[in-house]
């Protein structure tokens, strides 16, 4: 038998796991492990300036393509408790990644000792497994049941905690003999799938709420053909955004408080079925369950059983992975089509598609400062279909996914449940890192972008090109717009007049000075007609100076984003003008008729 140290057993494991990416920050306590990744070789490293950062360059790793698995690395202490929000992150949304951590030696992992905290208690809420291993011989089976479970029924994080004389012990273990364990994910049986689609044959106005579970399940082109065999149109979540393209005739829009569309919210509310698959039935999404369950009739199909009736009992619930449940869904289709048992539905697709044709928000606005809902037409303009978008949480994120267009699954990558501010900027340079030769596109606030902007010196030093769309107000809209019921604007306000840069009046921070200092390209713009040049030249920059480049839009300090103010998706407020003529939305994909 091969003796090394357990180490080198768990880098030697994650090789054969498929692992070729790690990013982290090194430390005393986990100093053996990054000795055996450097002695093995195989596996790119990526230096982050924050361990929080590491953990959400891996999110964005994992979101990226099929299969990946993100994994960060950090030594004991705050290094593990920083990325905890990563993990959380990662919980929410189902996404596997997997956390390194060192730890003080066995012997004092209890007596107070320097950066010794128990990692695997703090982080056990929000991992499908957080253990400290405490005997060397245990490495490999922990790692191997660390994929295992990462990969297995609903996918998520998983944190491994390794005292310092754990890893530098010497165990007998074979790397040329090992085999990842068998993936399990529960399948949906025949019987089951008849069911559901005899209840949405039976149906009228039927639709499909595609959620991440799809895109997770790599299931989006089953999904596609399941809508066309049937005729249903499909409601993307927020999170299964890009399951079917954005222009695709059974597309209906997006249904909820905020990320939502006109149209798809009036075609939702005339509907009596949803069959939903992979979704959680989040609640921006819902709002009042009285309002979004009245009148229709629910089918749930999850991978994880108990999130079946979580949010409310749907009438039919099937525990199945998407890809199984689909595969049955698209044969039982075509069995059913080919005897002409389908109903016809395209005076329904059709009622959908008119509704998106009449139902739209204006984005054109030549305003200075600049309106937000320009920024994002300009962005429709410069960044194509292939372009993989990033954003977290706010206004910008809102408003772009009102507005934005996404055609093809794991283009729009998205933080859902956490919504941590600060996530883009290393979440888009794990996607560029994933996917090198990308159209990567993040979208931040000012304040999104503040949190961990020192993240763009890792794009700077790892050559790790991508463009970001900073839109800047100097207020944390979101909250100041959640302000407005209680008629208070409070803390709010980020505006302050540089001493350095006082051309930029009330704005504050200038982050094109900030940017540039960090080993980066920046470029800012006040005019809207600037805003496609600014975009061409970024696009331009990035590909020669293979660094992040940032473009500013100072935007006019408030702006009200379309969103429902009762939590009910019959309700949402349009603060701003709605599109009345083809020349207020011009990149809207279907034309307004007037």
């Known amino acids: 038998m091969a003796r090394m140290t357990a180490a080198r057993a768990a880098v030697e494991i994650l090789k054969r796991e498929g692992v070729s990416d790690a990013f982290g920050v090194p430390g005393a306590a986990i100093n053996p492990f990054y000795a055996a990744l450097k002695a093995a070789g195989g596996i790119h490293h990526t230096l982050a300036r924050h361990v929080e950062g590491a953990s959400h360059m891996a999110e964005g790793y994992t979101r990226t393509r099929p299969g990946n698995i993100g994994v960060c690395i950090g030594t004991s202490g705050p290094a593990g408790t920083d990325m905890v929000t990563g993990l959380y992150s990662a919980t929410g949304d189902s996404i596997p990644i997997l956390c390194i951590t060192g730890q003080a030696p066995t012997s004092v992992i209890h007596k107070e000792d320097f950066q010794a905290v128990d990692i695997a208690s703090i982080a056990g809420p929000v991992t499908k497994m957080a253990v400290t291993v405490l005997e060397a011989a245990q490495v490999p089976g922990v790692f191997q049941q660390a994929f295992h479970l990462m990969r297995s029924g609903r996918p998520g994080p998983v944190l491994v905690d390794l005292p310092i004389d754990v890893q530098l012990t010497e165990i007998e273990f074979d790397p040329e003999t090992y085999e990842p364990l068998p993936v399990y994910k529960p399948a949906a049986t025949r019987a089951q799938i008849e069911k559901a689609l005899g209840m949405l044959n039976a149906s ?7 959620g991440g579970g799809v895109i997770n399940a790599d299931a989006a082109e089953l999904l596609v053909e399941f809508a066309e065999l049937t005729g249903t149109p499909v409601v993307p979540t927020l999170m299964g955004w890009g399951a079917l393209p954005d222009d695709h005739e059974l597309n209906a829009g997006m249904v909820g408080l905020q990320t939502s569309h006109r149209y798809g919210n009036a075609t939702f509310l005339e509907s009596d079925f949803v069959l939903g698959i992979g979704n959680r039935w989040a609640n921006r999404h819902t709002g009042k369950l009285d309002v979004y369950t009245a009148g229709r009739a629910f089918v749930h199909v ?7 009736g979580r949010i409310f009992a749907p009438d039919y619930g099937i525990a199945s992975d998407a890809k199984a449940a689909l595969e049955l869904f698209v044969a039982v289709a075509r069995e059913l089509k080919s005897e002409g048992s389908l109903p016809d539905r395209s005076a329904w697709a059709a009622s959908a598609q008119e509704k ?5 928000r204006r984005t054109h606005f030549d305003d200075i400062p600049i309106k937000p809902q320009r920024v994002y037409e300009e962005m429709n303009k410069a960044f194509g279909p292939e372009t993989r978008y990033v954003s977290t949480i706010g206004l910008s994120q809102i408003a772009g996914a009102q507005m934005l267009h996404v055609y093809r699954p794991r283009h729009w990558i998205n933080c859902g449940q956490a919504g941590p501010l600060g996530w883009t900027i290393p979440a888009a340079l794990g996607v560029a890192k994933a996917d090198p030769e990308a159209s ?7 304040y999104d972008f503040q949190f961990m ?7 700077a030093q790892h050559r790790i090109p991508y463009v970001h769309v900073l839109v800047n107000n100097a207020y944390l809209g979101l909250i100041r717009q959640a302000q407005l019921g209680l008629d208070i604007n409070f803390q709010v306000n980020l505006e302050f007049e540089n001493i350095n840069s006082p051309e930029l009046g009330v704005y504050g921070v200038d982050h094109v000075k900030v940017v540039e200092g960090l080993g ?6 006040t005019d809207p007609a600037d805003l496609g040049t600014a975009f061409e030249q970024a696009k331009k920059l990035a590909a020669e100076f293979r660094v992040p480049v940032v473009v500013e839009a100072i935007l006019e300090r408030v702006t009200n984003i379309s969103m429902s103010r009762t939590n009910d998706i019959g309700e949402v407020v349009e603060f ?6 083809p020349g207020h939305a011009p990149t809207s994909i279907r034309t307004l008729k007037v």
């Open 576 to 581: 701003e003008e709605i599109a009345t003529e």
């Open 440 to 446: 990567v596109v993040a979208l931040s606030g000012d």
């Open 204 to 210: 009228e106005r039927p639709l499909i709420v595609a």
């Open 356 to 360: 998106r044709s009449t139902l739209q």
């Open 453 to 459: 902007i020192e993240e763009l010196a890792v794009g």
């Open 302 to 308: 999850d991978i994880e059983p108990t999130q079946i």
């Open 520 to 525: 980066c390209k920046a470029i800012r713009v």
